[in-house]
Every structure is written in C-alpha cells, then in structure tokens.
C-alpha cells in the first residue's frame, strides 16, 4: 500500500484514519472526495429557464476529487503507458468495484490562483494554518478552519 497526491492544495486530513479504514476495505485504490471551496453558485432551472433554486457550490452535495490517494500495488494492472489515471485507470477500477471515495470535510484549500495564495499566506501568517497538523489539535484545527472558512467569504463577498 502506497499514498500519491497530485493536489496543488493544503488539507488537514487525519491520515492514520484514512489509512486504517482503507485497509478494512480491501479495495485496490481510493480518493479523497471534498467539497469544491469556489466562490460560484449551483442554479437549478426548469427547462423555460425559470430559476427554481440557487445556492453557493460549496454547501451542494457535489464533491470532487481532492488529489489525495491510497493505492495498492495493484493499481498498476489498471494502468497502461500514456493513461490519464482518472480518464482510464479508474473507469476500470470502477467497472471492478475496487475504487473507494472516502468523503473529508476537514480543512482543504486549492492554491490554483493568486487569491488562494493569498488566503493561505494570511492563514499562515496569523499562525492559524489548519494544514499544521503537527502543531494543533483536532479542536484548534476545526476552530482555524470555521475561522479560514468566514475570512474567506468575507474577502469574497
């Protein structure tokens, strides 16, 4: 068993849990899913384009991919040269039933543009970085993130 990321962002994912409930599950791969931190909202219409209902991405159900992994070593009988690992690789793995999202609602930030830097050089700054989890306890942890969490809405709104 192997852990991969290719995540260009910051969790504070407990990974010892992680780890022990993949090993409980027997499954060849699995993922972190997140909720998506952007700033859009998800609008719902009839198919006149009457809006039925209109709310911020990050509190819908939707979830995405957050980068991070575990895979065993049989993850590579799923491969082939030249594969998008989510593209193929994983269409195979779901067709076996051997691919896992494990759902985190923890602390997970992008750092994709300029303004996501930002937020998480302030974060860091003011000592409150939530992805620090080797100074902070779970309970400091969640408060940093409700925290990170408003400031960012904040400068958003």
Request: charged share 25%; glycine share 6%.
């Amino acid at each position: 068993m192997f852990l991969a990321n290719y995540s260009d962002g910051l969790i504070d994912l407990p990974l010892p849990d992680l780890i022990g409930g993949f090993e409980k599950q027997k499954k060849t791969a699995s993922f972190i899913s997140v909720r998506p931190s952007l700033s859009y909202h998800v609008v719902s219409a009839d198919p006149d384009g009457t809006v039925q209902e209109i709310r911020e991405i990050s509190r819908s159900s939707m979830r995405i991919n957050g980068g991070y992994f575990i895979f065993r070593k049989e993850i590579f009988q799923y491969m082939r040269d030249g594969e998008e690992l989510v593209q193929q690789p994983f269409q195979r793995l779901i067709e076996q039933k051997q691919l896992v999202a494990h759902p985190y609602d923890g602390f997970f930030a992008s750092m994709d543009t300029f303004k996501d830097k930002q937020v998480l050089d302030d974060l860091y700054n003011s000592g409150k970085a939530p992805w620090e989890v080797w100074k902070t306890d779970r309970e400091s942890s969640a408060r940093a993130v409700a925290v990170a969490v408003q400031s960012r809405s904040e400068k958003i709104l």
